[in-house]
């Protein structure tokens, strides 16, 4: 792995102690009135805003082949069960669909990819037939890229492309566990992980201190013992040559942090070494609820002194002055629940530890049983009250949800409605927008997730006209930070009229929406929104207009009403 020049511990100090009186003066600050601010961002560059992304997640390896000579290495050539094994995407693939403007089409503005570090190289028969780590999970070794969805160099191209248009990267990491053992992956020593028991979910410390599954060695992060580096990487290491330099830099990370060598700081170490060297915004970390909340915590920090050190050695590539990111996933946990998770022993506030975000069960559910402005306005009022200055990102479809919003693909333009103007982070899993089938014939468990995408599908005139729904849709998502993290209001029941205000850290966007319009002319009121006489244009079908009397007249065939100033 190559590693950038690490700068001295009193500048890196330096740093962050400027970084947290600018965060603790951007937090001081009192939202300001629409009287004061006059400028809207709609008429000039539109800021990012995390609490407003619109994130697009992927798995590599299924996603677009666009190196077809790393698809067969390190001997996986086992027969798998169906949908079990690598088949082809890599991160070459994804860099192509970037620069053909695939993602800025359909208005992402990040992106999270599954974690793409080094997986155990041989395959584990779960019962069902050989499972290999296509999808990232198994971690063999976090200091190096997995040959099969590419390289380092190809990772660095990644974030520079990306971050060339405008794109975000979310990297996934895992903390809690290793990948399974096999003939080819052994057991790391004991002062490392356990084996068993297996988690139970009876109350906290089954929760934490136990594999998820049988054969997942749990990493011991709640240990502050003092470990060597278990043999099997020192192996590896001196195997591929770079056994000195890896103990070279673990020796400077250790002394300029003041961090001990326990397992979870040495992954701390490998996971932020692709902050400081790539500029990788945020981390999207698996399986929040199976670590002690501390150790997110540290992890948080050490990843914004990354952050911080990576823009400090190139300004010329530093996008804005956002800090870095950090999205969780608690399984089970659902905005209702507002800060807390509760284990039935003990409720824990993982916002206080180090989280932006998490990951937003529940939303499947409300989906499905609240109407448009029940829905939209539950989710302003939680933002707004119990996790101001928080977020949840919200989805439909995942990688290991098998009960999602619309398995069936019967619901597909409404998806792309309640999803994509839902307040707080939208998730779009790869194929949500072009309909790849969820139900796939032979595959058992998460596998019928986890299809290649559906690219050939794109040649259908009814998958165009679903993805031009999705894109016209996120395209005025991204554009207007006032959808995911502004304040929603009702105008009209019927027709039904809602108009969304971001007004913070002189940041100020409005848009007025109206969904379930009857097509041809109609008249819908504006509120205060937009001032009389104020052009207008209706992003979805591309009319231009006026305001007049409070209202707005716009002929279309469509049903959806996107308001925003004209430029």
């Known amino acids: ?29 009192t939202e300001i009135t629409e009287a004061e601010n006059t400028e809207s961002t709609s008429k000039g560059e539109i800021p990012f805003i995390w609490n407003a992304a619109n994130v697009y997640f992927l798995l590599a390896d299924r996603f677009n082949n666009g190196d077809t000579s790393n698809d067969e290495v390190l001997d996986r050539t086992k027969e798998t069960a169906v949908l079990r094994g690598f088949e082809g995407g890599d991160i070459k693939g994804i860099i192509q669909k970037i620069e053909e403007g695939y993602f800025t089409n359909l208005g992402i503005n990040a992106l999270w990819i599954n974690p793409l570090v080094e997986q155990i190289h041989d395959s584990v028969d779960e019962g069902t037939g050989n499972t290999y780590a296509f999808h990232g999970y198994w971690a063999k ?45 052994p057991v790391w020593s004991g002062d490392w992980v356990r084996t068993g028991p297996q988690c139970s979910y009876k109350d906290y410390e089954t929760a934490v201190k136990c594999t998820l599954v049988a054969n997942l060695p749990d990493v011991k992060t709640e240990s502050d013992d003092e470990v060597k580096l278990p043999q099997p990487l020192l192996d590896k290491w001196k195997e591929e040559g770079r056994l000195e330099s890896e103990m070279d830099e673990l020796e400077i990370f250790f002394a300029k942090t003041g961090l001990k060598k326990t397992p979870k700081n040495y992954i701390i170490k490998w996971l932020t070494d692709y902050v400081r060297e790539l500029g990788i915004d945020g981390y999207r970390v698996d ?47 659902g905005i209702d629940g507002k800060r807390f998770y509760d284990f039935g022993d003990r409720k824990v506030d993982y916002y206080a530890n180090g989280f932006d975000n998490l990951i937003n069960f529940q939303f499947k559910y409300d989906a499905k049983k609240l109407d448009y402005e029940k829905l939209y306005s539950k989710y302003s009022a939680a933002l707004h009250t119990g996790l101001i200055g928080k977020s949840v990102m919200n989805y439909i479809s995942s990688h290991d949800d098998g009960d999602p919003f619309d398995k069936e ?13 839902t307040p707080g982070i939208s998730q779009v899993y790869y194929g949500d927008e072009t309909a790849r089938s969820l139900i796939i014939e032979g595959t058992q468990g998460d596998a019928t997730l986890r299809s290649k995408m559906n690219w050939e599908d794109l040649e259908k005139e009814e998958t165009k006209l679903l993805l031009e729904h999705w894109q016209k849709l996120g395209k005025f998502r991204k554009n ?30 409005k848009v007025v929406i109206s969904l379930n319009q009857r097509k041809g002319t109609k008249t819908i009121k504006v509120d205060t929104i937009f001032k009389d006489g104020t052009a207008v244009i209706d992003t979805y079908s591309g009319t231009e207009t006026t305001v007049k009397d409070g209202s707005v007249t716009i002929k279309s065939d469509y049903e959806i009403i996107l308001l925003e100033p004209s430029k």
Not at 317 to 328: H, M, S
Not at 409 to 421: D, V, Y
């Open 1 to 29: 792995m190559k590693h950038l020049l690490i700068t001295t511990l009193l500048v890196c100090m330096s740093l962050l102690i400027s970084c947290k009186k600018e965060t603790q003066t951007t937090s001081e600050k």
């Open 409 to 421: 693909r019967n619901k597909t333009f409404e998806s792309a409605t309640k999803l994509l103007l």
């Open 141 to 185: 070794d976090w200091t190096t890229i997995d040959p099969n969805f590419g390289t380092y160099e190809d990772l660095k191209k990644l974030v520079e492309v990306a971050h060339q248009n405008g794109i975000r990267i979310l990297m996934d990491v895992v903390i809690n566990h290793t990948g399974p053992v096999t003939e080819k992956d």
């Open 287 to 333: 399986t929040v609820k199976h670590v002690e909340e501390g150790v997110w915590a540290v992890l948080a920090e050490q990843a914004k002194l990354a952050f911080t050190e990576w823009k400090k050695n190139n300004p010329d590539k530093v996008l804005d002055n956002n800090e870095f990111y950090v999205l969780g996933e608690l399984y089970g946990y």
């Open 480 to 509: 207007h930070p006032a959808i995911g993290a502004g304040k929603h209001k009702m105008i009209s029941e019927t027709p039904y009229v809602f108009s969304r205000t971001y007004n913070k850290n002189n940041v100020l966007d």
